[in-house]
């Protein structure tokens, strides 16, 4: 992590490949069976093997596995204890951090396996993370500094601030705290009890220390910090953003504006991680009743900063910190959706968590092919850190920046076997990848060792000095005040020692005379003493004056501040009274506005509905004039034929006549007179059925003279599908003036032989066979799903299947058949020349009269006979024409879809 300006002893410089490499240590427990008598497919060997048993009645990879045996650092059985675990895994650890190394410990496993018991433990028997808050702040003690010296930048780092700053930054944090406890949310866990650790680590004592603590989840492969109390607006309730990952200076990387709160004791750390956890996501599955829904990271930042020359202080430089970390992270478990019978939400959690899980094996594994192809000289591979955030965190430890250790804990029940053997496969592969070993922390200032605790000792001195002086005698405070010099010799070595005598002489000399120096200084003294004292008593009297000064001014403000107090409580009175106002009248703002938005949303959606009946009405008035215009045209085109089966008949007639007359033996004088009835009318007939385009009104009679009557009719060449004969007339119909002068022209049809009756017969993947009696039948024909360009130019013919369903529910079945020809541009096109309809249709037992199965050509075509009233055809309203010239637009917002319908063409 970020070690800001961390001085450390200078040395050889080594490459990360130079580097001292430890391998990733992992160790496993085994979880208790549960007492419904489940089989167990888990052996421990010894105290670093486990082998997998495979169930007998697996139908999965125990088919094929019967036995597999691992290794690993450790192996922890069901009467494990949680402190000796935590002794194995968690204490190096801890002892690293201190050191200023970084350590990252997650808990591997499939979901049921123990993980969250094996992190968290219970109040009575911790786990490892309340065993690491225990040992970190049993080992630094009184070594913390004052809470706030340290505060954390936002990027990875922290700031030092000033005395006055910390005492203020402080005072802030207390108040804060007392919010809460009144209002409840500080210190939840006072009534549960815990036995804390009490193991404890040698540290530096020339350094001081400093707890932070932040807790994120990834849930769904993003971050949310556990920690953050930002307040919610109750009316406007917005989930909690999503961290992003960063990278601070020195490349490690961290998660921006996550929360880090500083710790002064294993409970407010504690407390912490408490108010994490029951933030956390959790739901309900078939194996676990508390299954973690989320990757959970509790990390605790150790802050280190030297002391100054005195000991009694740490020197305030920024670039003089030292931080290192360590991360426990509880991984949520592997399951399989066969086994949780999950849903809904679940499923996608556990798609996100089984992703994830993915990603990190994915991660470790290329970290091995990178290790050997690193020993053998090949090529390195690029590690996929970035595909999920939980390997994304954690990417500097696996590059060698602290040392990483993994607890596998296994379930042994029989059931979960097929998972254990993944999550043991992936254990012995973990192994496999070493580590570079990263360097602690030593800061080499060239002050003098342990100063810290010189300064300790000396303050305890000074301390028990003071209590010695308040507790003891009048003879030990004298004592200090003999100043005289040892007695000499007092014994005579006989009657002529002279020296005794005057060495005793000259002794008691020098003591007079510093007695007498020693009462002069001390009646100067006490005449000091004495003025000392008069002016003491004269600035009594004085201080008493101005103190009784004083105190009537004190009243006489006393008096003051309690009218000013009033005034105070009437202008608080009256702000909480405005505040209320404003609440209310914020509330009322808000309420409006969402009566406004309301409001609004009804009258766009009352102005949409006009909008959507307004084209409605629009389509249906424009398909009711198609529906109109269509019914004329069928009645105009049913009168025509009438008109011309009636003129037929009446032709009929006077053939007939003509062939009567022309039988009969009529004399010359008479025969002008017939001939003049029979051809006076015939022309007008024939003018009604074919006018020709130039023809007077009045049509010129043949003379009778120059040709007999039997060669001036016309051959009749048999009948039409009506049964009317059909006449041939000598020259050609003109064009009907009812047809439309703009029509482009028809190019003419060319007759083809028999031979080359080819037909490309066009029928989607998606066509229903009728299985109808009256089917098409066709010789020579390839059948496509479809149409290619190279098929169109090996046939002439083109036959297209299309089916619908009509307004009954029933499928109608149509045959467009065309003529393929070819094109100036050297493609082909395809001209329509008729439609062939196959429709099934069910009867009532009511008596309703039964529809054919099979329609011939075009219904327009078919004769009806005299009198008869020609029903409605559901053709001439689903025709082609009038499916193509309607188009139907979808936007946005517009409900139903606009119908566009193109001009009607007169004919």
């Given at each position: 992590?970020?070690?800001?300006?961390?001085?450390?002893?200078?040395?050889?410089?080594?490459?990360?490949?130079?580097?001292?490499?430890?391998?990733?240590?992992?160790?496993?427990?085994?979880?208790?069976?549960?007492?419904?008598?489940?089989?167990?497919?888990?052996?421990?060997?010894?105290?670093?093997?486990?082998?997998?048993?495979?169930?007998?009645?697996?139908?999965?990879?125990?088919?094929?596995?019967?036995?597999?045996?691992?290794?690993?650092?450790?192996?922890?059985?069901?009467?494990?204890?949680?402190?000796?675990?935590?002794?194995?895994?968690?204490?190096?650890?801890?002892?690293?951090?201190?050191?200023?190394?970084?350590?990252?410990?997650?808990?591997?496993?499939?979901?049921?396996?123990?993980?969250?018991?094996?992190?968290?433990?219970?109040?009575?028997?911790?786990?490892?993370?309340?065993?690491?808050?225990?040992?970190?702040?049993?080992?630094?003690?009184?070594?913390?500094?004052?809470?706030?010296?340290?505060?954390?930048?936002?990027?990875?780092?922290?700031?030092?601030?000033?005395?006055?700053?910390?005492?203020?930054?402080?005072?802030?944090?207390?108040?804060?705290?007392?919010?809460?406890?009144?209002?409840?949310?500080?210190?939840?866990?006072?009534?549960?009890?815990?036995?804390?650790?009490?193991?404890?680590?040698?540290?530096?004592?020339?350094?001081?220390?400093?707890?932070?603590?932040?807790?994120?989840?990834?849930?769904?492969?993003?971050?949310?910090?556990?920690?953050?109390?930002?307040?919610?607006?109750?009316?406007?309730?917005?989930?909690?953003?999503?961290?992003?990952?960063?990278?601070?200076?020195?490349?490690?990387?961290?998660?921006?504006?996550?929360?880090?709160?500083?710790?002064?004791?294993?409970?407010?750390?504690?407390?912490?991680?408490?108010?994490?956890?029951?933030?956390?996501?959790?739901?309900?599955?078939?194996?676990?009743?508390?299954?973690?829904?989320?990757?959970?990271?509790?990390?605790?930042?150790?802050?280190?900063?030297?002391?100054?020359?005195?000991?009694?202080?740490?020197?305030?430089?920024?670039?003089?910190?030292?931080?290192?970390?360590?991360?426990?992270?509880?991984?949520?478990?592997?399951?399989?959706?066969?086994?949780?019978?999950?849903?809904?939400?679940?499923?996608?959690?556990?798609?996100?968590?089984?992703?994830?899980?993915?990603?990190?094996?994915?991660?470790?594994?290329c970290l091995r092919e990178n290790q050997k192809a690193q020993e053998s000289g090949g090529g390195l591979k690029m590690v996929p850190y970035r595909d999920s955030k939980l390997t994304h965190l954690f990417k500097n430890y696996f590059d060698g920046d602290g040392k990483v250790r993994m607890v596998v804990c296994l379930n042994p029940s029989a059931?979960?076997?097929?998972?254990?053997?993944?999550?043991?496969?992936?254990?012995?592969?973990?192994?496999?990848?070493?580590?570079?070993?990263?360097?602690?922390?030593?800061?080499?200032?060239?002050?003098?060792?342990?100063?810290?605790?010189?300064?300790?000792?000396?303050?305890?001195?000074?301390?028990?000095?003071?209590?010695?002086?308040?507790?003891?005698?009048?003879?030990?405070?004298?004592?200090?005040?003999?100043?005289?010099?040892?007695?000499?010799?007092?014994?005579?070595?006989?009657?002529?020692?002279?020296?005794?005598?005057?060495?005793?002489?000259?002794?008691?000399?020098?003591?007079?005379?510093?007695?007498?120096?020693?009462?002069?200084?001390?009646?100067?003294?006490?005449?000091?003493?004495?003025?000392?004292?008069?002016?003491?008593?004269?600035?009594?009297?004085?201080?008493?004056?101005?103190?009784?000064?004083?105190?009537?001014?004190?009243?006489?403000?006393?008096?003051?501040?309690?009218?000013?107090?009033?005034?105070?409580?009437?202008?608080?009175?009256?702000?909480?009274?405005?505040?209320?106002?404003?609440?209310?009248?914020?509330?009322?703002?808000?309420?409006?506005?969402?009566?406004?938005?309301?409001?609004?949303?009804?009258?766009?959606?009352?102005?949409?509905?006009?909008?959507?009946?307004?084209?409605?009405l629009k389509d249906l008035t424009s398909s009711e004039r198609l529906r109109w215009e269509k019914e004329c045209d069928k009645r105009v085109r049913q009168t025509q034929i009438e008109m011309e089966g009636a003129v037929l008949a009446k032709s009929e007639k006077l053939r007939q006549l003509r062939h009567v007359v022309q039988g009969l033996d009529?004399?010359?004088?008479?025969?002008?007179?017939?001939?003049?009835?029979?051809?006076?009318?015939?022309?007008?007939?024939?003018?009604?059925?074919?006018?020709?385009?130039?023809?007077?009104?009045?049509?010129?009679?043949?003379?009778?003279?120059?040709?007999?009557?039997?060669?001036?009719?016309?051959?009749?060449?048999?009948?039409?599908?009506?049964?009317?004969?059909?006449?041939?007339?000598?020259?050609?119909?003109?064009?009907?003036?009812?047809?439309?002068?703009?029509?482009?022209?028809?190019?003419?049809?060319?007759?083809?032989?028999?031979?080359?009756?080819?037909?490309?017969?066009?029928?989607?993947?998606?066509?229903?066979?009728?299985?109808?009696?009256?089917?098409?039948?066709?010789?020579?024909?390839?059948?496509?799903?479809?149409?290619?360009?190279?098929?169109?130019?090996?046939?002439?013919?083109?036959?297209?299947?299309?089916?619908?369903?009509?307004?009954?529910?029933?499928?109608?079945?149509?045959?467009?058949?065309?003529?393929?020809?070819?094109?100036?541009?050297?493609?082909?096109?395809?001209?329509?020349?008729?439609?062939?309809?196959?429709?099934?249709?069910?009867?009532?037992?009511?008596?309703?009269?039964?529809?054919?199965?099979?329609?011939?050509?075009?219904?327009?075509?078919?004769?009806?006979?005299?009198?008869?009233?020609?029903?409605?055809?559901?053709?001439?309203?689903?025709?082609?024409?009038?499916?193509?010239?309607?188009?139907?637009?979808?936007?946005?917002?517009?409900?139903?879809?606009?119908?566009?319908?193109?001009?009607?063409?007169?004919?």
């Amino acid at each position: 992590m970020s070690r800001n300006g961390i001085l450390k002893t200078p040395g050889r410089k080594t490459t990360p490949s130079s580097k001292l490499k430890d391998p990733i240590e992992v160790f496993c427990r085994v979880r208790p069976l549960s007492p419904s008598g489940e089989e167990s497919c888990v052996e421990i060997c010894s105290d670093k093997i486990v082998q997998l048993n495979a169930p007998k009645h697996s139908k999965t990879i125990s088919n094929r596995i019967e036995q597999v045996r691992c290794t690993f650092s450790k192996v922890f059985n069901e009467d494990t204890s949680q402190c000796e675990i935590f002794d194995h895994t968690g204490l190096p650890l801890v002892e690293d951090v201190l050191n200023g190394k970084n350590g990252l410990c997650f808990m591997y496993g499939i979901t049921g396996s123990g993980k969250t018991h094996t992190m968290n433990g219970s109040p009575s028997d911790g786990g490892v993370l309340p065993r690491c808050l225990d040992v970190i702040f049993n080992s630094i003690g009184s070594l913390q500094t004052n809470r706030c010296v340290f505060r954390p930048d936002g990027y990875n780092g922290f700031d030092v601030l000033s005395d006055d700053d910390a005492y203020i930054e402080a005072q802030k944090k207390a108040r804060e705290i007392e919010a809460l406890n009144k209002q409840g949310k500080y210190n939840e866990l006072n009534d549960v009890i815990r036995v804390p650790d009490s193991s404890t680590l040698q540290v530096d004592e020339d350094n001081n220390y400093a707890v932070f603590i932040s807790f994120v989840e990834i849930y769904n492969n993003a971050i949310f910090d556990l920690l953050d109390d930002t307040p919610i607006d109750p009316l406007k309730q917005k989930q909690p953003t999503s961290k992003i990952l960063r990278e601070d200076q020195t490349r490690n990387m961290f998660v921006y504006e996550t929360t880090e709160v500083e710790a002064k004791s294993t409970e407010e750390a504690f407390e912490l991680f408490w108010k994490g956890q029951t933030r956390r996501k959790t739901a309900h599955t078939l194996l676990n009743t508390e299954s973690s829904r989320s990757h959970c990271v509790f990390t605790i930042k150790l802050v280190q900063a030297p002391l100054g020359p005195n000991g009694d202080a740490i020197l305030r430089d920024r670039d003089l910190i030292g931080v290192s970390q360590l991360s426990l992270c509880d991984l949520a478990g592997s399951e399989r959706l066969s086994r949780t019978k999950a849903d809904g939400d679940r499923v996608r959690q556990a798609g996100h968590i089984n992703n994830s899980l993915m990603t990190l094996r994915s991660c470790i594994e290329c970290l091995r092919e990178n290790q050997k192809a690193q020993e053998s000289g090949g090529g390195l591979k690029m590690v996929p850190y970035r595909d999920s955030k939980l390997t994304h965190l954690f990417k500097n430890y696996f590059d060698g920046d602290g040392k990483v250790r993994m607890v596998v804990c296994l379930n042994p029940s029989a059931g979960d076997f097929d998972e254990s053997l993944h999550v043991m496969r992936f254990s012995e592969m973990t192994q496999e990848v070493k580590i570079a070993r990263s360097e602690g922390v030593k800061f080499d200032l060239g002050l003098t060792p342990g100063r810290g605790k010189t300064n300790k000792m000396y303050q305890g001195s000074l301390k028990d000095d003071v209590t010695s002086s308040e507790m003891g005698s009048q003879e030990d405070l004298v004592m200090p005040l003999q100043l005289f010099a040892s007695w000499p010799l007092l014994e005579l070595a006989g009657c002529n020692d002279a020296t005794t005598l005057i060495n005793l002489m000259a002794y008691l000399e020098e003591r007079m005379r510093l007695r007498k120096t020693l009462f002069s200084d001390w009646k100067h003294k006490h005449l000091e003493v004495r003025k000392s004292i008069l002016q003491l008593e004269q600035d009594n009297i004085d201080l008493t004056k101005s103190m009784e000064e004083q105190r009537a001014l004190l009243v006489e403000k006393e008096r003051e501040s309690k009218t000013f107090e009033k005034r105070i409580r009437a202008i608080n009175e009256k702000n909480d009274n405005l505040q209320r106002s404003v609440q209310l009248l914020d509330m009322q703002k808000r309420q409006a506005e969402a009566d406004l938005e309301k409001q609004r949303e009804a009258v766009h959606k009352e102005r949409q509905e006009k909008l959507r009946l307004k084209q409605t009405l629009k389509d249906l008035t424009s398909s009711e004039r198609l529906r109109w215009e269509k019914e004329c045209d069928k009645r105009v085109r049913q009168t025509q034929i009438e008109m011309e089966g009636a003129v037929l008949a009446k032709s009929e007639k006077l053939r007939q006549l003509r062939h009567v007359v022309q039988g009969l033996d009529i004399p010359e004088e008479n025969q002008g007179k017939v001939e003049h009835l029979i051809y006076d009318e015939k022309p007008d007939v024939v003018s009604s059925h074919h006018p020709p385009a130039s023809a007077p009104a009045k049509s010129k009679r043949p003379a009778v003279a120059k040709k007999p009557l039997h060669t001036r009719t016309k051959t009749v060449t048999g009948g039409t599908p009506y049964g009317r004969p059909k006449v041939r007339s000598k020259s050609p119909p003109a064009t009907p003036s009812s047809r439309n002068s703009h029509a482009p022209p028809i190019r003419a049809k060319h007759r083809r032989s028999r031979s080359s009756d080819y037909w490309l017969e066009h029928k989607p993947a998606d066509t229903l066979s009728t299985n109808t009696v009256m089917q098409p039948h066709l010789k020579n024909k390839k059948t496509v799903k479809t149409p290619l360009v190279k098929d169109f130019k090996a046939t002439p013919n083109y036959i297209l299947t299309h089916q619908e369903e009509d307004s009954c529910g029933e499928i109608e079945t149509k045959l467009i058949k065309g003529e393929v020809m070819k094109t100036r541009g050297g493609g082909t096109s395809v001209q329509f020349t008729d439609i062939e309809t196959l429709k099934k249709t069910l009867g009532t037992k009511g008596g309703i009269k039964m529809t054919p199965k099979s329609s011939g050509k075009t219904p327009g075509k078919k004769r009806k006979s005299e009198g008869e009233e020609e029903p409605d055809s559901e053709d001439s309203w689903t025709s082609i024409e009038t499916r193509c010239a309607v188009g139907i637009e979808g936007k946005p917002g517009a409900e139903p879809g606009l119908m566009h319908h193109a001009k009607k063409h007169k004919q």
